[in-house]
DNA sequence: TGCCATCTGGCACAGACTGACGCATGCGGA
DNA sequence: TCCGCATGCGTCAGTCTGTGCCAGATGGCA
């Protein structure tokens, strides 16, 4: 009866092999972002976050390509459920207003979850450390386009515009998050409020043409 | 006499010294963009540039901190020309326009001094790696703050504003650059042309709010 | 000519990352 | 229940980037 319960809960459905693998993978997540925020992220060897797990250092770059990865995970997640919401937003709403709602409502989701913590850790982490925000940014390119994906023919538009679209977003989006981290600010809400007032001054970026 | 001419003309002043340093850097610039368009930059060791200009590796990095470096030194030429030209423009232009004045003035005038070749090379092997990109944005983050500091106060532009021009600005750019790279075209010319139309794109993003 | 600052080479080494090999464990079928 | 196979893991050895240190070579200058 036990047995045939886990068996038809898809969740558990994963043999011990499966189990294991996550066990390790978010133990080494956890290790990593706690050494980095301890010494910083340059200062944590790939060493100290296997030993701390106590798994080999071979076995830390079969969880993660680079050591710029693990502590970028987080920031992958929320971009996957910023993606998600994308998606669900009707054809018919404006392509800058869908990315606005869409990332209000993931920050409602994450703070829902009790996640808001763990993604101000990751953000002051990646403004802590200019190059590790530089790898960001060339990870984030496949999420970049998923973006233009999910907003070409939207409301007609072009996918030219549509690129263009999501790099003025991102920008934003870049501007307000490194006024959020320096506030010092751990609330989401007030990231919103940047990430608000900063789109509200697009208009005011043209009329300087 | 002759001693006293020297003295006076002041690129000539630099001694043997000097300007042997001056031929190695020239040198290890010159191997390393021939080495990394032959087999690309990943393929390209350190050691191979060293050796191809008969240093040590030890020499290499006294002249350049990273192996990136080498490879975005060129653009990094280009950001200075291009700084200087901007801080010409009078105050009563807008500041948009400034920047798109600007990199037209800078393209110009690399084509008269027949870098703009060099400059195409560079530019390639940019969208070519991703990973340097990422450095590049990383490294020219000092030229977006410059830019700021260069525009603020222009026609009373406020700081804030100013930042998030640039930030438009840069993404328009980078649009065109890859747009550029993508058409397999080295003419500056046709650059200058897809940032005129991307450029020409931002009111109707603004509409998508 | 001789002294001093600077440049350079070579060595040793840390840290990120990779390939190969063998062992151990979990999984599925007979 | 037992056996064979797939998979995960540790170990080892090695590459490449980047750095500190010291000794020798070279240029500038009195």
Redesign the interface.
Known sequence: MAADAAVQTSPETIGRRERKKVQTRTALLAAAAELFTAQGFDATTVDQIADAVDVSQRTFFRYFLTKEDVALEPVRAVEGRFLELLRLRPPTE????AL?RSSALTWQALREERLDEQHAVAVALLSAN??L???D??RS?AHRAAMVEALTHH?G?TR??A???V??F???H??AQRRWAESGSANLDDLAGELDS??D?????????
Chains 1, 2 share one sequence.
């Open positions: 404006p392509p800058l207003q606005r200019p190059g925000a530089a790898t940014a060339h390119e409301r538009t030219g515009l690129e263009l679209v790099e003025v991102s920008s934003a870049r501007v900063t789109l001054l697009l208009p005011e970026v043209l009329e300087t043409t």
